[in-house]
């Protein structure tokens, strides 16, 4: 389990083991007819996190890692202390289920912009093509962060109340790709939330829904408040 208030020597952040295979056949006169051999899939890294978290005056996290992936993993966690229920309903509404899961309190015009524009295949494609690979890291670890404030938690002793989230159903691990919606919500609100309403209206000008379109994440990376998540 990685550790959140670490003092001594940070860890290194990927480790890789690649495994190869090598086939081999006796030689024989007549001409024999191998079978192929299937590579071994090489496995996932293991994403190894350290960060110290100090609180000082007034409530303020100051966060000490020595890569991308520790630094989100500290903001994660201790943001998690503070706002884990808020942030995870901002989570539920950045993958378009906020009517599935808050009834009234949810908005389905959103949900169905956000189905459309955080579809899973459109945010891999930002991953892939959009999102750098230290972003992707410290994504990643805020990610993880949050997963560890659950993991040593648990559901059922999370705050409650009209803004808890004590045994909700919707509480679950997030990953990068939950995050990455999360942060591409912020983004669409700033440039779109306005013409939700309007775009999903049975009545609305034809073709507009398919015009409603998300704006390139790389013009507007250097405009999010890095606060709001």
């Not at 006796?26 to 890294?45: K, L, Y």
Request: with cysteine; charged share 20%.
């Amino acid at each position: 389990m990685p550790r959140v208030f670490s003092r001594s020597r940070l860890l290194p952040l990927f480790v890789l083991f690649a495994f190869t295979l090598f086939g081999c056949s006796d030689s024989h006169d007549s001409p024999t007819i191998e079978a192929p051999v299937e590579a071994t899939p090489t496995p996932e890294p293991e994403l190894t996190y350290d960060a110290e978290i100090v609180w000082t005056q007034y409530g303020v996290p100051h966060i000490t890692a020595q890569d991308w992936g520790s630094a989100g993993y500290g903001t994660g966690y201790a943001y998690a202390q503070q706002n884990y229920c808020t942030v995870m309903r901002e989570y539920v509404r950045a993958s378009g289920n906020s009517a599935r899961y808050f009834g009234d309190g949810g908005d389905i015009n959103a949900d169905l912009v956000y189905q459309l524009l955080n579809s899973d295949q459109h945010i891999q494609q930002l991953i892939d093509e959009s999102i750098p690979d230290y972003l992707a890291a410290g994504l990643e670890g805020y990610a993880a962060g949050l997963n560890r404030y659950l993991a040593d938690t648990g559901v059922d002793n999370l705050a409650e109340g009209s803004e808890g989230c004590r045994g909700a159903e919707w509480v679950r691990p997030i990953t990068l790709r939950d995050t990455v919606k999360l942060l591409h919500k912020l983004l669409l609100k700033g440039s779109s939330a306005r013409l939700t309403d309007f775009a999903v209206a049975p009545r609305a000008p034809e073709g507009l829904a398919t015009r409603l379109k998300s704006p390139k994440l790389e013009e507007m990376l250097a405009r999010i408040d890095q606060t709001a998540f």
